[in-house]
């Protein structure tokens, strides 16, 4: 009698590039959109300009080094990578800053070491943290939100200064813009106030910064709806939100009057962005399950450190690059043990 067999793989993913680009881009809808009510009509049309900047760098660059082209566009990779580089930029920044920072993320970072699944850094911070090293003030000039700004702009006047530069009706970037929460938090600590002194601002909202706690629930919520449907590591996040929570209770705890609560770090800046959507990058992370953990635990207490003694409030972007140099060799030393052999691989 002839029994069927089948050779290994016996399990098969029907998972592909493309169905996993779009449901994360899925889950980016609510916490775009929060952001787009919060801080205007900048932050659509910042991801207009990013995602055509990406397609057509990624079209450019493929057509010269005579790869296909068409696979590449529809992955929806390249519009991932301009539409999460958008959202870490503010709403009024000249286009032609989303556009340079854009076209390095993916000629530089992404096309030059061979395309997607050979780029050792992830591409769009690679992008953003050349943009604010380069441009540090027009990179800061963040709006306030929505609830807390005197002067509000329409579709229109928002494409205006996007596409010029300039302000309309004589306004100054001063009277427009102001200082973020983690980076009033950072200038007024420097003054030796005290956390209770600088939360009496109206800036200020249950955890974090108004506004932007709300903002990070949302990207929360898409982010647990990528875990749950397994397109990304639970692993990653956790260990994102656990290094950062655990070294910031730590330091809260010893003194409660100059180090935030662990919640403000969780809730202010990028940091749910990044947990689940930057740093879950399947091609800069690490690789192996333990390795996963030790890989988000060292962006989370990274970005306390930098946000901390570091020379920017916000870290995420500095962290995600710095672990992802790290990530080769942290899958090195946590391969886990392959079935038949003994740990050393014999």
């Known amino acids: 009698m002839k029994f069927p067999t089948e050779t290994s793989p016996h399990v098969i993913s029907h998972a592909n590039v493309p169905s996993v680009m779009r449901q994360v881009a899925y889950a980016l809808v609510p916490g775009t959109a929060a952001m787009a009510w919060y801080f205007g009509w900048g932050v659509l ?7 055509t900047v990406a397609l057509a760098s990624e079209a450019a660059v493929l057509r010269l080094r005579n790869r296909p082209v068409q ?3 529809t992955d929806c990779s390249a519009i991932l990578t301009g539409w999460l580089l958008a959202l870490a930029l503010p709403p009024l920044i000249p286009w032609w800053l989303t556009a340079l920072g854009t076209g390095f993320a993916i000629v530089v970072a992404k096309q030059l070491y061979g395309g997607l699944g050979h780029n050792p850094f992830n591409p769009a911070m690679t992008g953003y943290v050349v943009l604010i090293i380069s441009f540090p ?3 800061t000039q963040w709006p306030p939100p929505g609830m807390l700004a005197e002067v509000h702009f329409g579709p229109l006047e928002t494409l205006g200064i996007i596409l010029t530069g300039e302000l309309p009706n004589a306004l100054t970037w001063d009277s427009v813009t102001q200082a973020t929460p983690l980076d009033t938090m950072r200038t007024h600590l ?3 106030e005290t956390l209770e002194e600088i939360r009496q601002s109206p800036i200020w909202g249950d955890f ?17 709806w990528l875990v749950f449907r397994k397109v990304v590591d ?3 996040p956790a260990g994102v939100l656990g290094g950062l929570i655990l070294i910031s209770t730590f330091f809260y705890l010893a003194d409660p009057d100059i180090h935030p609560f662990p919640a403000f770090h969780v809730f202010s800046g990028g940091v749910m962005l990044g947990a689940f959507f930057i740093a879950t990058d399947p091609v800069s992370a690490s690789g192996t399950p333990l390795g996963r953990l030790i890989y988000g635990a060292g962006i989370g207490v990274l970005i306390y450190v930098i946000r901390t003694w ?15 140099a790290a990530a080769p060799m942290i899958d090195q030393y946590t391969r886990p043990r392959t079935y038949g052999h003994d740990p050393a691989g014999e």
């Open 45 to 51: 049309f910042n991801i207009v300009i990013a995602v």
């Open 71 to 73: 696979p590449a566009l």
């Open 137 to 139: 003030a027009e990179l």
């Open 190 to 192: 420097g003054l030796y």
């Open 208 to 224: 974090g910064g108004r506004g932007w706690e709300w903002i990070g629930n949302w990207y929360l919520i898409g982010g647990l």
């Open 234 to 236: 639970w692993r990653i």
């Open 310 to 324: 570091g020379g920017y409030p916000d870290a995420v972007a500095f962290a995600v690059l710095l672990m992802n």
